[in-house]
């Protein structure tokens, strides 16, 4: 049981590029969620899921893409991306008993 | 909206000490869950404690408690015994009962530093 994971680790991208983030959890979970956290701060909601082929925005969602085609995948695309978009990108599952857990992070560098 | 306050950025504590750090929130909702989680420097968000409003038990886990003040919109966490591990930031954070996300509102974090 591997929780949430998250790839990759760490990535520098140049502007106008694009990328996916990719996040998976093997606890059978239908809630899931992309934070992202800009430095000193609190995570922020980009996207959510409630479950494969569901999906909505969340708080802070310009610049960003989903898709959730199976109950353990949830991916974020970025398409072009700016220097606003660096920050530290965060994937989440909920239990049904409401707990989030989270993934090790992706640390993304926009230049 | 809900929001989250973190009045203290940062704390500090001599090990094996006792710290509180605290957290208010505000919110027109009576039926929520309130969590702290400690991000160490690995960036990891790792859940410590969480608390259901509708208990009036505070929640404890080993060191770790809660003093839950309802009426007060308070949350404040209790660390007893502090070891140089538990030196991270602490996020406060909240899950309303409204909307489909059930998503977390943070806040802005307390930087922890444990003395030896």
């Known amino acids: 049981n591997a929780g949430v994971t998250q790839t990759p680790k760490f990535r520098i991208l140049k502007i106008g590029q694009s990328m996916t983030l990719q996040c998976t959890q093997d606890?059978?979970?239908?809630?899931m969620y992309w934070y992202r956290q800009d430095p000193g701060m609190g995570l922020k909601l980009i996207y959510y899921?409630?479950?494969?082929?569901?999906?909505d925005k969340g708080e802070v969602p310009n610049g960003y893409n989903v898709s959730r085609s199976t109950t353990e995948d949830f991916p974020l695309r970025l398409e072009l991306a700016a220097p606003s978009q660096t920050s530290v990108y965060f994937c989440?599952?909920?239990?049904?008993?409401?707990?989030?857990?989270f993934g090790p992070g992706t640390r993304l560098l926009v230049l | 909206a809900q929001t989250v306050t973190q009045s203290q950025p940062e704390m500090s504590v001599q090990e094996a000490e006792t710290v509180t750090l605290s957290c208010t929130y505000d919110?027109?909702?009576?039926?929520?869950?309130l969590f702290w989680y400690k991000q160490p420097p690995s960036r990891q968000m790792i859940l410590v404690i969480r608390?259901?409003?509708?208990?009036?038990q505070n929640a404890t886990e080993n060191r770790f408690s809660v003093n839950f003040q309802k009426a007060a919109k308070s949350f404040s966490l209790k660390i007893s015994d502090s070891q140089l591990g538990d030196a991270a930031m602490y996020f406060c954070?909240?899950?309303?009962?409204?909307?489909?996300?059930?998503?977390?509102?943070f806040g802005s974090g307390t930087q922890l530093t444990v003395l030896p």
């Open positions: 989440a599952s909920r239990t049904a008993e409401e707990t989030q857990y």
């Open positions: 606890m059978n979970h239908n809630y």
């Open positions: 899921s409630v479950g494969a082929g569901i999906t």
């Open positions: 919110t027109s909702e009576s039926d929520y869950y």
């Open positions: 608390q259901e409003a509708y208990k009036q």
């Open positions: 954070a909240y899950r309303g009962s409204s909307g489909s996300a059930r998503q977390l509102t």
